[in-house]
């Protein structure tokens, strides 16, 4: 029982969990902007960056349903549909920080670019910590929480005089 209690994973507080969301999803960030540099050599910049915001927002929402969060599993379909919603509106950033970088520099260099985009990335970071802790994985801690809440007894009433030799104790 003891053992069982002490590997029971809890919630971490706020600022844990955004200390393992910059960990967790400031790694996948950082991996997704090489990888949109890299695709981007073959595909139009918008579709490279379309394409590697599903699969790092896909691995992103299972880090942070296992590690950031502590919602104790993989995430839901419903959880990854709102980190979806998110991401989608972190992709529309990104998109417009790029397009202004282009139009304010007619050839920016990969430097210029990598700080643009990553500094677009790490603006809508905040706000998606915000809106997966609020409210993705605010329900399943929630649940988490209240089965680790100790359950309540009722006390049992004292069985009457002269009743004991009915019931004897196991």
Avoid: I
């Avoid at 595909?43 to 915001?53: E, I, M, R, S, Y």
């Avoid at 260099?109 to 603006?123: D, I, N, P, R």
């Amino acid at each position: 029982m003891e053992t069982a209690q002490r590997n029971e994973r809890r919630a971490p507080g706020a600022a844990a969990a955004f200390a393992r969301f910059v960990l967790c999803g400031g790694g996948v960030g950082v991996a997704s902007s090489f990888a949109v540099a890299a695709v981007a050599d073959r595909l139009p910049w918008a579709l490279a960056n379309a394409l590697v915001t599903v699969v790092s927002t896909l691995l992103a929402t299972e880090l942070h349903a296992r590690f950031t969060f502590g919602a104790g599993g993989r995430a839901s379909w419903s959880q990854h549909a709102q980190s979806a919603g998110s991401a989608a509106a972190a992709y529309v950033v990104t998109c417009l920080a790029m397009a202004g970088l282009r139009y304010l520099v007619d050839a920016p260099g990969a430097v210029l670019e990598q700080a643009v985009y990553l500094t677009a990335s790490a603006l809508t970071g905040v706000a998606r910590f915000a809106v997966l802790r609020l409210v993705t994985f605010a329900r399943g801690r929630a649940e988490a929480d209240r089965a680790k809440a100790p359950v309540a007894t009722r006390p049992v009433p004292a069985a009457p005089v002269g009743t004991a030799a009915l019931c004897p104790a196991a």
